[in-house]
């Protein structure tokens, strides 16, 4: 087998849904913006960038696998923020969305690109959406756009 790996470049007629919670709002607009400029920016026409949201982390992988069992996207990118407060709700959420998101990945085979923000405080957060530690939203549309070519390399192998 050849040396494989994604590239940052979507198939002409690829569509890509960012999925977002509607948590939490000011981060996770922010990390929504963020990540449809990645797409924009690296060849995905505006036509063919679905955004949907949801009302929390918690729903994101149950939309995430209906989006995924329609097969109409190449990747899904999905967003949402969840802060820690006093209680282990946090805990609950943050894994419970992340080990349904990447549930959804291995069942359907669609690329999920986890990029639900999981910290202590807002100043946290907003650090990564946007801030000092660049925008989490960018990052998970570029690994969405990479995952979707190297699924379409690896199914041409077959």
Known sequence: ????????????H???A?????????????????ARAALL?????????DVVRVP???????????LALLGRHAAIVALGCVVR???RHYEQVADGAAQGL??????????????VLAVERFEDAAARAGGSHGNKGEEAAL????????????????
């Open 1 to 12: 087998m050849p040396h494989l790996e994604g590239d940052l470049r979507a198939a002409a």
């Open 14 to 16: 690829a569509r890509f």
């Open 18 to 34: 960012i999925l977002a919670s509607r948590w939490n709002p000011r981060i996770v607009d922010a990390l929504v913006a963020s």
């Open 41 to 49: 920016a690296n060849g995905v026409p505006e036509a063919q960038v």
């Open 56 to 66: 929390g982390a918690w729903e994101l992988p149950q939309a995430a696998r209906a």
């Open 85 to 87: 407060g006093d209680t």
């Open 102 to 115: 990447l549930r959804v990945a291995l069942d359907t085979g669609v690329p999920v690109a986890n990029g």
């Open 143 to 158: 690994v969405a756009i990479e995952m979707a070519d190297l699924r379409r390399k690896l199914q041409e192998l077959a």
